[in-house]
């Protein structure tokens, strides 16, 4: 199994990225997928979550209104757009895959499986 995260770069504050998470070796359908990232000197933390039907929606407060996630099934795919970015943004971000079945939830923690990761740098 591998998770693929892609759509890292350099961006201006007010910025807007969009990160892309393609999932090989399962079917993300029964998955609740997940959006993390790691700050230099800081703990991993949950940025977005999506349950397996894609009805629930989590958000950190700190991304809340700025950052939208959403999943493809047919492509296999979590994405996360970024919009209003700002320095504090800057990360390494993490895509992250929990199986749930018909389970409708959004996990903040605890995951099966994870991708690489993709940074995210915020400058002027």
């Known amino acids: 199994v591998q998770l693929q995260a892609s759509g890292g770069g350099s961006v201006l504050p007010g910025g807007s990225l969009r990160l892309s998470c393609a999932v090989v070796?399962?079917?993300?359908?029964?998955?609740?997928l997940g959006w993390f990232r790691q700050a230099p000197g800081k703990e991993r933390e949950f940025v977005a979550g999506?349950?397996?039907?894609?009805?629930?929606?989590d958000y950190a407060d700190s991304v809340q209104g700025r950052f939208l996630i959403s999943r493809d099934n047919a492509k296999n795919t979590v994405l996360l757009q970024l919009n209003s970015l700002k320095p504090e943004d800057t990360a390494v971000y993490y895509c992250?895959?929990?199986?749930?079945?018909?389970?409708?939830?959004?996990?903040?923690?605890?995951?099966?499986?994870w991708g690489q990761g993709t940074l995210v740098t915020v400058s002027s």
């Open positions: 999506i349950s397996w039907s894609g009805l629930s929606l």
């Open positions: 992250a895959a929990l199986y749930a079945r018909y389970n409708e939830f959004v996990s903040k923690t605890d995951y099966d499986y």
């Open positions: 070796g399962l079917p993300i359908r029964h998955y609740a």
